[in-house]
């Protein structure tokens, strides 16, 4: 009876002993998993027309269960240190996976600087992620937000240790990696299924795919005035510049440029240093990353800092420019547009051609819980 | 047994002598170092450094192009032999003053596996070769020349074969506000180079060819006030006008 009582002591101890700071082999969170199948199913990319074939990483193969787990991992406020916030909480799929406010709050109230990016197509991103690319690639991007004092502010340490004592993903996580044991689960294979789910947030189902590619649509007159101003693809219609920096058919040019968008009396002086901060080469300060505009008309407010709230202010800023001969790195594309009133609204009724509600309905992209 | 040994010592030395020589149906090859060093007049050439473009301070925002179908030329009369060293890539003489060291060294490509030997003369054609300027950036993996969505122009319907992106002080108050932006494209803009020179490849060395590329030639004869971007395809005459001055008066051999 007496040695009954000791267990029941030991195991007690053993409890009491398990703080927020030890790591999990010191709490014994370990489990053995190896009885649970391991038979993921591979997942391919449909190319759609007019994209590229997306880079796959060889270490990171797209697999069904990769993809669900990331999907979990996701929407799940697990990953915030008081599991009140998850990824979605500034990247909602009605809003094409942002969060309509100029500039996200994290779990501690304190508001970032940027606007929450899209993160549709961001599987085909190749050039540095976030709007200053200090991220190569998704599986990098997945690790920063949990730590960021102004996101998640977790440790990874932490909340892998919740992954590991959690009822469920230590299976969902045999079930994509194969790990034999609970105590396998690490940050690397988080972020490597979060940018599993991330590769398949594809949007193809636009009007402007409908029209050319598909053949079920015709633009408005208004709609090819405004592709044809936005392209430079004819004589007769001013050149409204678009296409360099966001190149269809992904509304990108995958690159970092300074718009215009500051007046300032140096390079150094820009308030937000962007890729600068990234490369620390002063010609690339106030450089950001040219996003998608795809389903541009869904991720309202616009630029970096979420300043512009329509729009048609984005395109008035174009037109006007203000700051075109400002700073030595503005993009030599940037200059006054001469648009007319009905001129702007063409390059509008164009953009939201690019809308593709298809994308942020599907079911795949939806919450699991 | 004792009269075996002498006969397998002997049959084991022809083994490996025969073995050990190269097979003679191989051709020994070397790797080509195709160096592109940029330029402004006798300057090294950087973006966002300032030059004099006849009196006035210009800066480079951006100065690259494409080449295609580079090959090595045996003979200039009668039948030239051509041995190819690539199909296709991107010199990019965009090099930002803090790389300098880069800048001044050049920027590389390397052809690997090219048969040595006495070459008289070496062929570049400037621009994307109309075979593969039917085709778009999309259908190229990462890492390919042509995966660039930033030089494909789809209202061309072509890849962007250079760009020169630059900005002139015109009053040197400081304010570069004149901006050029002259970016060719499409077949007719397509550029045949040929240099005759007396090209050696040994077996032990990599070989290399350096080429100068002046930005400045650039705009010679182009009246830059005025002919400030080249983005249409009504542009055409300008487009010319700038690929002309990249195969005749911009690239050089040394």
């Known amino acids: 009876m007496n040695k009954i009582y000791f267990l029941f002591f030991f195991i007690f101890l053993s409890i009491l002993s398990c703080g927020n700071d030890d790591t999990p082999e010191e709490c014994g969170i370990t489990g053995d998993l ?26 990171n ?54 606007s929450s990016m899209s993160l549709l197509n961001i599987g085909y ?49 045999r079930e994509a990696f194969g790990i034999e044991d609970r105590s396998e689960i690490t940050k690397e294979l988080a972020a490597k299924a979060m940018a599993q789910f991330e590769r398949t947030l594809i949007s193809s189902n636009s009007k402007y795919d409908k029209v050319i590619f598909q053949g079920q649509a015709a633009f408005t007159d208004s709609e090819d005035r405004g592709m044809r101003m936005y392209t430079d ?15 269809l058919h992904l509304g990108t040019s995958d690159d970092f440029f300074n718009n215009g968008l500051d007046s300032v009396g140096s390079l150094t002086e820009f308030m937000d240093l962007g890729l600068g901060g990234v490369t620390q080469d002063t010609f690339d300060n106030g450089k950001f990353r040219a996003p998608t505009l795809r389903n541009i ?73 | 047994m004792k009269k075996l040994f002498p006969i397998i010592l002997f049959s084991s030395f022809l083994f490996f002598q025969y073995s ?8 020994a090859t070397t790797d080509v170092e ?86 008289s003369g070496i062929k570049i054609n400037l621009g994307v070769a109309s075979d593969l300027n039917k085709t778009s950036w999309e259908d190229y993996g990462t890492g390919h020349p042509l995966r660039k969505p930033g030089h494909f122009w789809s209202a061309w319907e072509s890849f962007i074969f250079s760009k ?23 077949d007719a803009a397509y550029r045949t180079k040929f240099f005759a020179k007396d090209i050696t490849l040994d077996e032990d060395a990599t070989s290399s060819i350096l080429f100068t590329v002046d930005a400045k030639m650039m705009f010679d004869e182009i009246d830059v006030m005025t002919e400030t971007g080249t983005h249409n395809i009504n542009d055409m005459d300008l487009v010319n006008e700038v690929m002309d001055n990249l195969q005749e008066k911009a690239l050089a051999i040394e």
């Open chain 1, 125 to 173: 991103v190749e050039k540095g992620l976030f709007w200053d690319g200090r991220s190569n690639t998704l599986e990098e991007q997945a690790l920063v937000p949990i730590e960021d004092p102004i996101e998640l502010h977790d440790t990874w340490e932490n909340v892998e240790s919740k992954l590991k004592d959690h009822p469920s993903y230590p299976e969902m996580f």
């Open chain 2, 164 to 186: 020169t992106e630059a900005k002139i002080d015109i009053d040197s108050d400081g304010s570069f506000s004149h901006k050029l932006a002259y970016h060719t494209g499409s």
């Open chain 1, 233 to 247: 693809a004819q004589g007769g219609l001013p050149d409204a510049e678009c296409a360099h920096c966001h190149a």
């Open chain 2, 34 to 119: 195709l160096v592109f060093k940029g330029k402004y007049a006798d300057e090294v050439l950087m973006i966002n450094t300032v030059y004099d473009y006849d009196g006035s301070p210009i800066r480079f925002d951006q100065f690259n192009f494409y080449i295609s179908n580079v090959v090595l030329v045996k003979e200039i009369v009668g039948n030239p032999e051509e041995t190819e060293l690539l199909e296709i890539d991107f010199v990019d003489l965009s090099f930002k003053p803090a790389d300098i060291t880069d800048a001044t060294k050049g920027f590389v490509i390397t052809a690997p596996n090219i048969p040595v030997g006495e070459y």
């Open chain 1, 61 to 114: 193969p797209m697999t069904v269960e990769g993809i669900e787990l990331g999907r979990h991992l996701f929407f799940d406020p697990i990953l915030s240190a008081d599991s009140t916030m998850s990824c979605v909480s500034c990247h909602f799929p009605s809003l094409s996976f942002t969060d309509g406010v100029a500039t996200s709050t994290g779990i501690d109230g304190i508001s970032g600087t940027r």
């Open chain 1, 34 to 59: 190896s009885d649970i199948p391991y038979n993921p199913q591979n997942y391919t990319i449909t190319k759609p027309d007019g994209f590229p074939e997306m880079f796959i990483p060889a270490d």
């Open chain 2, 20 to 27: 050990c020589k190269p097979d003679p149906t191989l051709e």
């Open chain 1, 297 to 369: 008309a869904l991720t309202a407010p616009y630029m970096h800092d979420g300043r512009f709230e329509t729009l048609e202010e984005v395109i008035d800023f174009y037109n006007e420019s203000p700051n075109h001969e400002n700073s030595s790195n503005v993009d030599v594309n940037i200059r006054p547009l001469e648009l007319t009133d009905q001129q702007k609204q063409d390059l509008v009724n164009f953009l939201h051609t690019l809308t593709d509600t298809v994308f942020t309905k599907n079911p795949a992209f939806q919450s699991p819980f």
